[in-house]
């Protein structure tokens, strides 16, 4: 019976069998509501096709369930996190064409629901892709070069942000907290408050460039202006901090003014490409992902050029444990042409501009707790959102960010701080001790 | 008068004169011995070859006297750091033909005799060929897959450690101390001792991979295993140590004996490519510079195999701060098959293995201050190095040694720390601070 049930995925499912290395019971079906499972009761043949495209995503722990004809599928193993409702044909048949892209767009437009926490969800598909995926680095550094994000030449890069930070700063302070910091936050303990913790990251950032009163700093994509005012107000430095959004600019300016800090930060509405003069601090957070590979080395040569012989830098993005495009539905409905680099492709920055690295901390854990905190409140500020755009778009960011905390939390993406300097500049801390006094 | 006395150094000449953006004057000549400069005095053409050969390392501030002729050439730039006496024309057609290599072996012959500080003569070296080399990152990668090192299959990796290692621990007890630890030592601070500075160093890496009592070890490349035993004896971990040295491994195992520590610690006489088991922890410090670009991955898959779910791993090694062949002198004659890999090169073991680096530390200083305390022990034993070995070897070491320091004192070579663990694993400190506290 159990025999019966089996389907025979073809070369995929044979592959998948012999690596186990054993016989594995499949996915069962429970065919049209209302009528109990039996022998000689096939599946329908969507059911089927799903299955099998599971089995690609390495069998992830979901029920499915086919609203037009009561179809539950169980998964191949285990409980299920959570159960998918499909609403119609055309739904099922967007998931098995492009999983990735169109489980977004149908969770975006209601065709899919889900019963079941949405972290757990993403979470779920994300370990299971990491099995599947063991060893096949090669096909998917092919696959990186093949499904290349949009460019960011300056024009593009232009189309880039505004699609992205230019939805209003009315939406982002629904959400971000006063800080207003759209970066991966800092938390000294897990039970530090968003506020707490992004503060924290500026202090963390700061000592580890060892920013002291009179440094100038140079800052590459700046949002909404916070750490750059931070590095003025509580460090005494002078900053010039470049930003190509216009909405963030203005907020920007608007707030240094309010603080009377215009004389110590200056914010220029202009692409990092032109960044000029000589600084003794270069600090780019949570920028890098929208620069595009083709220009870390041109950053680096701009970092090099902004900094004076001794100077020290610092680049803070999210990244990747080896190299892979971002989940495809997020480059293509959140953040146009950004892309999470590996920490070796991270190295071109600093490699060919005779800079050396002093130091990496990888603090992906911190932009789950970052993304819960977002999350929380996104999710008791949604009928404001909807009353500014619409349920889609609600219910679009939920999944962005939900799908961020799992992405952190299954380490599909990491988060880099990575302190440089000058190969020449040999006034550098014995150790790191200072990062850690109050 | 000045014109007359400039040679034409062709093509290199016009360009490093346009690189300067100006009129630079070249090294003088000073005539034969005995005879004042003056005008319609040539230099000799030996004179003349060898300002040229300098002018490609970037004119280092360094005199010569030729001492066949009396000849003394003065630097182009700047009061020489040191003099250098050439014994005779082929020790200077040697040097015109590979500085690198022959400077290094005529030193060691005596055929080149120093005046002047060793370190500050090696140093004043790599800065000005730093000058001459920005920008010419593509040729050097170039070279450095040209001038490939040795091989390290298994075979030539006994040859290439042999070589270096088997010298005797009688000799290297001389000038390591008592640690017999020949890695970069941590200095808390710069007047620590090299005992205290080692001792430092073990607890730093046991910190950083928070080792407890009961938590299993696999070391890839012991020396003469005092990690080893650190980590048996002061945290309770039961080890596994590699070593192909054959010296090494003897003094390791009888040291464990005596101390007590055969049962919680084991020694085996066998390359990293063998090692069996799954461990808690995998640890490599001062080996990854003898296994070779092209087996980075292999030891990648070696940790990860080694390694349980959410296991943690730490590499310290020589490095730089973009992808360079080793001096070329020192992979000849002193580390066969040797290369120090750019934090890039590193990756290939860490991204294809799905491991998360967690941390990175660069603390090329302190190998400044180990090499140090190294190189002033040895010039103590120099005699009983000489009744050991003779003249050439205790000259051969002496420029390693002072050699090393100025490279890490100048940025040439980077020593890298990096902790890493598995993708999966999320038991990670939420801050670095636990790597700080006593």
Not at 346 to 364: A, G, H, K, Q, T
Request: with cysteine.
């Amino acid at each position: 019976m159990a025999l019966q049930r089996l389907i025979n995925f073809g070369d995929l499912q044979d592959k998948k069998m012999s690596a186990n290395s054993g016989f594995q019971e499949q996915a069962t079906v429970t065919p049209p509501s209302g009528t109990e499972s039996g022998p000689g009761r096939e599946a329908s043949i969507e059911a089927r096709l799903l299955r099998r495209m599971l089995a690609t995503l390495g069998d992830p722990p979901i029920e499915f369930v086919l609203s037009w004809n009561g179809e539950h599928i169980k998964p191949a193993n285990g409980t299920p996190v959570a159960t998918l409702r499909l609403a119609d044909r055309n739904t099922l048949f967007g998931l098995l064409a492009d999983p990735t892209v169109r489980f977004g767009d149908s969770y975006s437009t209601g065709d899919i629901e889900v019963d079941g926490d949405l972290i757990a969800l993403v979470s779920a598909v994300h370990r299971s892709m990491a099995r599947v995926d063991v060893g096949s680095s090669l096909s998917r550094l092919v696959a990186g070069w093949i499904k290349r994000p949009r460019r960011n030449t300056p024009a593009a890069s232009r189309d880039n942000i505004h699609h992205h930070y230019d939805l209003g700063n009315d939406f982002y302070s629904l959400w971000l907290g006063e800080t207003m910091a759209y970066t991966c936050a800092y938390y000294p303990t897990a039970q530090a408050t968003l506020e707490q913790a992004q503060i924290a990251k500026m202090d963390h950032v700061c000592r580890k460039l060892r920013l002291k009163a009179g440094d100038t700093v140079v800052e590459a994509g700046c949002g909404w202006g916070t750490l750059a005012m931070h590095m003025a107000s509580r460090y005494g430095a002078k900053v010039r901090a470049y930003n190509i959004s216009t909405e963030q600019i203005a907020f920007a300016r608007d707030r240094a003014a309010k603080l009377g800090l215009t004389g110590r930060v200056e914010f220029v509405h202009d692409d990092y490409r032109n960044i000029t003069g000589q600084y003794d601090v270069f600090a780019s957070v949570g920028m890098l992902e929208h620069v595009g590979r083709s220009y870390y080395q041109d950053l680096g040569r701009i970092a090099r050029r902004s900094l004076t012989a001794v100077g020290r830098g610092l680049i803070h993005s999210i990244g990747r444990n080896r190299a892979a495009p971002l989940d495809r539905w997020i480059e293509r409905r959140i953040f146009p042409g950004a892309y999470a680099p590996s920490l070796g492709e991270m190295m071109p920055i600093f490699e060919p501009n005779d800079f050396s690295v002093l130091d990496v901390e990888n603090i992906r854990l911190h932009y789950a707790l970052t993304l819960r905190h977002w999350l929380e409140r996104f999710t008791a500020a949604e009928q404001k959102v909807r009353a500014m755009f619409d349920e889609h778009f609600v219910r679009m960011w939920r999944l962005y960010l939900a799908g961020s905390v799992a992405a952190f939390e299954t380490g599909t993406l990491q988060l880099f701080q990575v302190l440089f300097t000058t190969q020449e500049n040999n006034d550098i801390p014995l150790t790191r001790q200072y990062m850690y006094q109050n």
